[in-house]
């Protein structure tokens, strides 16, 4: 099969090569996925499950990628819940061989169903962002209606994800970005704006909730906006400054099937909608991986279509 390799950690972006691997191997209650779109994370090539596997062992060539839909082709011993030919997206494992293949191996329980009416290309973009915007949300910060939260990078994939979640609770939502993100931010559902490079962070007064999804000066000066037994959230780094009062958290998104489908039925709904961006195919991966900084919203490979018959 076709797939997006990388052996080389200190090559980067330039050691990423399009080959062809062995077909995965469906152990224990894994289902073999034949994707058809997939996702990556631009800084996952630094991830050290990118390279060593959960004993530390070297496990390179690796294939990036971790979110991904498609088909589900092949059922390991003992895996329930799913069928072959079913429609699935969802998450693969960090120390695992990704998505950014023609067939990839995942655990069952990391893949959600998928309604014949969601777009691949589209569902694909929806794992890492929706369900680290949720779990940030409402699993770590405990936001709840009628109180206010700060959503740093409002505009992004995660951040983006966050303000819809938010408003749709009942919350006051707060974005920040760069002025070029106003109107996108405030498109999304946020109420008011604040430009991180013209305005001061602090006329948005103390608040219940900050997600921050930049990290750096960004992040320390969020502490001092959290209100006593509120929470700071972060996904880029474990926060260095502790609010007064309050709790500072920094996780890593988990996968979720029921929370999966649950954003799927938002997504499928029109209450939810994932920023992407463009559709690039298998070959161009990695010029999508070199060319992510200056892109809108999530690109997504798309590695297949229900025409095509898949090399194996």
């Known amino acids: 099969m076709r797939a997006i390799t990388v052996r080389d950690r200190e090559a980067g972006v330039g050691g990423l090569t399009l080959t062809d691997m062995p077909y ?5 209650n ?27 062992r070297d496990r390179t060539p690796s294939i990036p990628g971790h979110e991904l839909s498609g ?14 030919g079913q429609r699935v997206f969802g998450l693969t494992d960090w120390a695992r061989n990704g998505s950014l293949a023609e067939f990839t191996a995942v655990e069952a329980r990391n893949l959600a169903p998928l309604s014949a009416d969601i777009d691949h290309t589209v569902a694909a973009a929806l794992p890492i962002s929706g369900l680290t915007a949720w779990q940030g949300l409402f699993d770590h910060a405990h936001l709840t209606t009628g109180q206010t939260v700060v959503v740093h990078g409002a505009a992004g994939g995660v951040g983006s994800m966050a303000v819809q979640l938010a408003r749709e609770a009942g919350a006051r939502v707060v974005g920040t970005g760069r ?4 109107a996108a931010a405030l498109g999304f559902g946020a109420q008011v704006f604040v ?14 909730v900050v997600f921050d999804v930049l990290g750096g000066d960004v992040l320390e000066r969020s502490a001092e906006l959290v209100r006593p037994g509120g929470t700071l959230v972060s996904v880029a780094m474990p926060p260095t400054v502790q609010p007064r009062d309050g709790r500072a958290i920094f996780f890593v998104v988990e996968p979720d099937r029921d929370r ?13 909608n994932p920023m ?30 229900d025409q095509e018959t898949p090399r194996s």
Do not use: C, M, N
Not at 73 to 81: D, F, K, S
Not at 179 to 182: I, P, T, V
Not at 197 to 207: C, F, S
Not at 260 to 272: F, N, V
């Open 276 to 305: 992407v961006g463009a559709v690039r195919p298998l070959a161009e991966t990695v010029d999508a991986f070199a060319r992510h900084h200056g892109t809108s919203g999530k690109t997504i490979i798309q590695v297949a279509d």
């Open 195 to 208: 430009d991180l490079e013209a305005d001061d962070l602090r006329q948005v007064g103390e608040v219940d």
């Open 179 to 182: 002025a070029a993100h106003r």
């Open 24 to 28: 995965p191997h469906a152990a224990e």
């Open 260 to 272: 999966l489908a649950d954003l799927a039925e938002r997504l499928r709904t029109g209450r939810l």
């Open 71 to 84: 088909v589900v082709a092949e059922l390991g011993y003992g895996t329930t819940g799913l069928t072959v």
């Open 30 to 56: 894994d289902v073999i996925v034949r994707v058809h779109a997939a996702g990556f994370t631009p800084g996952e090539l630094d991830w050290p499950a990118t390279w060593t596997d959960r004993a530390g």
